[in-house]
């Protein structure tokens, strides 16, 4: 547990083995059954059929090493999943609808989170309060920033917006509202054009240049 609380999220996994990968996902297919406080290495070792001499030897210092290296390979797969997602995007309204959207599903459908957030949602509070929440806001600015300047005019007010969109989609993901629904395009782009463009572009006719569906 304490390896989730204080991973460094700037950290990338590095190349991984087919082992490697087969106790990460192991490890998540546990704590998405289990929980993470009660999945065990003996369970991980199970699942994954591989011997917990072996995750010792993979992961040299047991449990806490190998949360963090699952942590660091989910939010390497997330970034990609992102970028593959917007990066050939040139309009700003379609930019941040399909990115809050794309963030949002997979945060919500991400089996091992939906579990912590359901029965051990003080193991997460704490990543997002405080000076931990300026750790996950500056991993996620430094990520979208570079694809918001362009729109924006300006290095800080792209570094501005990426934070705030990081805000909206942390608190439509620990608090989930009726009215948003990451499953639907509809609801997304009607939260991004009433609600947050007004509040992010340089212009603020940006967000008046498409029809209403």
């Known amino acids: 547990m304490g390896a989730l609380l204080t991973i460094d999220v700037n950290r990338t996994s590095g190349p991984a083995s087919e082992t490697d990968d087969r106790v990460r996902e192991a490890t998540l297919s546990c704590i998405a059954r289990f929980g993470l406080t009660k999945t065990t290495l003996d369970d991980i070792a199970r699942e994954s059929g591989v011997s917990r001499a072996t995750i010792y030897r993979t ?17 390497a797969r997330f970034f990609a999943n992102l970028d ?3 990066s050939q995007l040139d309009d700003l309204e379609d930019l941040v609808t399909v990115g809050l959207a794309a963030s949002m599903r997979f945060l919500s459908e991400h089996a091992a989170l939906r579990t912590i957030v359901q029965i051990e949602p003080g193991l997460l509070l704490p990543m997002f309060a405080f000076h931990r929440l ?28 990426a934070e705030h969109l990081t805000r909206i989609v942390l608190t439509y993901t620990m608090h989930p509202d009726p009215a948003v629904d990451p499953t639907d395009d509809a609801s997304i782009r009607r939260l991004v054009r009433h609600l947050v463009l007004p509040g992010i572009s340089a212009d603020p006719t940006v967000h008046d240049t498409k029809e209403s569906p």
Do not use: C, Y
Not at 59 to 75: C, H, Q, T
Not at 134 to 161: K, N, R, T
């Open 84 to 86: 593959a997602r917007i």
């Open 134 to 161: 300026d750790v996950a806001l500056s991993q996620a600015a430094a990520f979208a920033a570079p694809h918001l300047e362009p729109h924006l005019g300006s290095a800080d007010a792209a570094w501005s917006a």
């Open 59 to 75: 992961f040299p210092g047991g449990r806490d090493v190998l949360l963090e290296s699952v942590v660091s390979a989910e939010i």
